[in-house]
């Protein structure tokens, strides 16, 4: 069984920025879609981005288009979310997410594996 751990969160002052890190365990995410979602105080969960099993191809929500970058190092089972220039609306728990799927989704049902999520704040 796939299991995910997320990691780097905290709190960031406005213009920011970030590293998240998703730490796999359990089985190799060569053979898995990587993504991030988040969910903000009151709001239902977001897709972030994605990535497919080979690095190759990413995706991004329109939020955080040109601000985050999604990598992966299968070598190490981990997968990166690099945010910059964050915004107080950035604010959320960030969940790390795994999909078998050949064709990456954005709707969070497509997404079989998640993580605890970790808390990034941006605030002043």
């Known amino acids: 069984q796939l299991q995910l751990v997320e990691s780097g969160g905290g709190l960031v002052q406005p213009g920011g920025s970030l590293r998240l890190s998703c730490a796999a365990s359990?089985?190799?995410?060569?053979?898995?879609?990587m993504g991030w979602f988040r969910q903000g105080p009151g709001k239902e969960r977001e897709f972030a981005g994605a990535?497919?099993?080979?690095?190759?191809?990413?995706y991004y929500g329109e939020s955080v288009k040109g601000r985050f970058t999604i990598s992966r190092d299968n070598a190490k089972n981990t997968v990166y979310l690099q945010m910059n220039n964050l915004k107080p609306e950035d604010t959320a728990v960030y969940f790390c997410?795994?999909?078998?799927?050949?064709?990456?989704?954005?709707?969070?049902?497509?997404?079989?594996?998640w993580g605890q999520g970790t808390q990034v704040t941006v605030s002043s």
């Open positions: 997410a795994a999909s078998v799927n050949p064709v990456i989704r954005v709707a969070d049902s497509e997404w079989q594996s």
């Open positions: 359990g089985r190799t995410i060569s053979s898995y879609a």
């Open positions: 990535i497919d099993w080979s690095g190759g191809t990413t």
